[in-house]
């Protein structure tokens, strides 16, 4: 039987790519385009709106139509708009979208505790296959290896550093945590007289440039050599087919929260 899916933010960009690719996926049913009210595109068949062919489901502001899962890509506010309809409805949800504040997360966390959420600031199989590998890395090289990660995305990106190049910070300050829970200082970005660079420091520096869709690096350099991770995302439909992935999965599981992680490796202990 299909999962069913609503999309949340229908008419954004990942949102038209997420009903695109879902019409072409067997193992989908798209039930559901939302938007928030007052959006212009209100009433406009999704399947158009994506270039797909009429679908016969109109983008509103809400549905009664009975889903397993919502995808959410909006913005913060609208996380928490959709995330009170997926507690109301008993639904999985998973969030895409990043920028949210501390209190936002906690939010989240708490609700997760009542019904099943998936969230991950980066959908792509390869970038979270980059994040353990930056996690081992971290954990492998010792302090003496400098760390700098760099990510660059479109002008329109209203959130820095991005949520997946705080992962990364993340993945390696967790290879990097001392026994008594120290980790590594982190600066953003550098100016002026800053000093000698400080020992086990992570520098993060972001880029908004053009229509780029993502590229993220992380470098461990030391005297004599350097190691650099990278990904390049050539489309957004790498975002889109983990996202899709990651409903297939969710949907139906006890209540939690849950990462892509949890998708890609539960089943490949010590991987």
Known sequence: MAV????????????????????????????????????QTLGVDAGELAGVGSLSIPVADKTDATFDALIDFTLPDGTMHWLEVCQTRNCAMVIGTTGHSPEQTERIRQSSGSIPILMAPNMSVGVNVMLRVAEMLG?????????????????????????????LRDAVAEGRTNADGGGPSVVYGRHGETGARPLGEIGMHSMRIGDTVGEHTVSFGTLGETVTLGHVAHSRDTFVLGALRAAKWIAGRNAGLYSMRDVLFSNQPGV
């Not at 302090?143 to 660059?152: C, F, L, Q, R, T």
């Not at 002008?155 to 991005?162: E, L």
Request: hydrophobic share 45%; proline share 3%.
């Open 4 to 39: 069913r899916i609503a999309v949340a933010g229908a008419a954004g960009r990942m949102g038209q790519r997420i009903t695109a690719l879902a019409c072409e996926d067997s193992e989908l049913e798209l039930v559901a385009a939302l938007e928030q009210a007052q959006t």
């Open 139 to 167: 954990r492998l090289l010792d302090p003496s290896y400098d760390v700098e990660i760099v990510e660059a995305h479109h002008r329109f990106k209203v959130d820095a550093p991005s949520g997946t190049a705080l992962a």
